[in-house]
């Protein structure tokens, strides 16, 4: 008799299949309920949910049900996908995303600022009453950029060769991560302005339903970075036998 996947699963967890020493996916439950009814895979192939610690037949996944009950399959794989050792991970790059995407909030103030220390200086009969109006202004200005810088230099992007993690927050962290071999695609793209400074957008989808893209903004290199994370995304998929089956 199988082992019970540990905790509670939701129906939106996601699901690697190891058929024949084969792994699949990952998937969710009505994706792998749909090819164990077309015979794709067994009910009794091993599974691996999120928030496992083993492998379990795939009929022992809470939530799972199927009407379809082949014969039992041998004993578990020594080591599931991602097993990958922590001291094999490299990262590939550590960074924040380029304060020239805030360069549009420190040029319109710095005008703000010179256009009100000029009409101030010019029609104010007091010139303290025009200093003290340009540093009102002045201290609008200063908050505003502080905001602006402050918000992207407490974003922070991770790429490694086995994931791609955002962290963002000031006082609050938000962690959103991909792991490689749950990639599926990426892209990177340049706007006009974003090429005249040698940066980009990284957008990297993959098959996890929680978490099923990421967007890295103001990146440098952005072409050549997303041309080493396709490799390393196929090198890690190949090293694992992972392959994604499309579900109708």
Excluded at 17 to 27: A, E, H, R, T, V
Excluded at 118 to 127: E, P, S, T
Excluded at 193 to 207: K, M, N, P, Y
């Amino acid at each position: 008799m199988g082992h019970e996947a540990p905790g509670c699963q939701s129906p939106t967890m996601s699901i690697v299949i190891n058929k024949d020493g084969l792994q699949l996916g990952p998937y969710s439950l009505e994706q792998a309920r749909a090819l164990v009814l077309e015979g794709t895979i067994d009910a009794d192939d091993w599974a691996w949910p999120d928030g496992a610690t083993e492998w379990v037949q795939l009929r022992n996944v809470p939530g799972f049900t199927a009407a379809k009950a082949p014969p039992a399959k041998p004993a578990a794989p020594a080591q599931p996908l991602t097993a990958v050792s922590a001291a094999e991970e490299e990262e590939l790059w550590h960074g924040h995303p380029s304060q020239i995407l805030n360069l549009h909030v420190y040029l319109f103030w710095g005008i703000i600022l010179a256009a009100t220390l000029a009409l101030a200086l010019i029609f104010a009969d007091n010139h303290y009453w025009a200093l003290g109006i340009f540093g009102i202004v002045a201290i609008v200005a200063l908050a505003q950029s502080a905001w602006a810088y402050f918000h992207l230099h407490m974003i922070e992007y991770i790429i490694t060769t086995q994931r791609v993690r955002v962290i963002s927050g000031l006082f609050s962290k938000e962690v959103q991560e991909i792991e490689l071999f749950r990639v599926k695609d990426t892209s990177a793209r340049q706007a006009f302005f974003q090429r005249l400074f040698g940066l980009g957008t990284i957008t990297v989808l993959s098959g996890d339903e929680k978490q099923p893209r990421l967007v890295l903004d103001g990146v440098p290199n952005a072409i050549e970075m997303r041309e080493r994370l396709r490799q390393e995304v196929m090198s890690l998929r190949q090293r694992f036998g992972v392959r994604e089956l499309d579900v109708m």
